[in-house]
């Protein structure tokens, strides 16, 4: 029964060798230089964005609040992507409505539901490849390093101030690894999936930052 366990924690996948997986399936398609016929697939960003809350909360509470705005902002793009499925299915063809609406800067706006999941899976991104390459490094220098990068340049005093008190939560670095890796795996191993994870993501992030640009919410900023 012991050994049939082990077996079975053995080949469980974990959440980046299932993010790896999902985004091996992703495939944007751009003619030419036309931006408004780019077609950016909806579903497996938010598929990816649930796979990042499971990460984030092996952070511990720090990121409870970074957590909660992912969940709101996939449910929000969830809900318009059901009122028609074929159409927004294709995350350019929100940015276009919402522009076309002059809703796009609006709080709750799906413009800003992208923007805010993109800003937060180029923080996710950072943080695995600074922990993976600086393994010296603290915890909490490396989370704070990610965020000044990513999201800090996006936020108001009140995001701000939260953060700095909830960075003082955050495990330590083997804790961390520990938590992201399968029991049995080297840390070798679990770097590679980190440098898999990032060839794949890096190009994504660069076409979504650039639609974002063109629909000119790409400077968007919190309370």
Known sequence: MKRKRYEMEKTKKTEL??????????IT?????????????????LSFCNLIIQV????????????QDIDQNIQRLEKVCETDSCVY??????????KEEGTSKMVASCSRAIFWLTRTMDFTAGLL??????????????????????????HGWIASAAFKVCLKLVPDNKTFMDAIGARDESNDTLKEDIDT??????????EIYFVLDRYGVNRLRSM
Do not use: W
């Open 129 to 154: 490849r600074s922990l993976s390459k600086e393994t010296s490094s603290r915890m909490e220098e490396v989370v704070e390093e990610c965020y000044m990068t990513t999201l800090k340049p996006h």
């Open 17 to 26: 060798q299932t993010a790896i997986e999902e985004l091996s399936l992703f």
């Open 197 to 206: 994870l990032s060839s794949l993501l890096t190009p994504i992030l660069k």
């Open 89 to 98: 299915s294709n995350l350019v063809e929100i940015l276009k409505k919402e």
């Open 29 to 45: 398609t751009k003619p030419g230089d036309n931006t408004e016929a780019t077609h950016i697939p909806l579903r497996p960003l």
């Open 56 to 67: 984030l909360d092996k952070i511990g509470p720090t990121m409870a609040v970074l957590r």
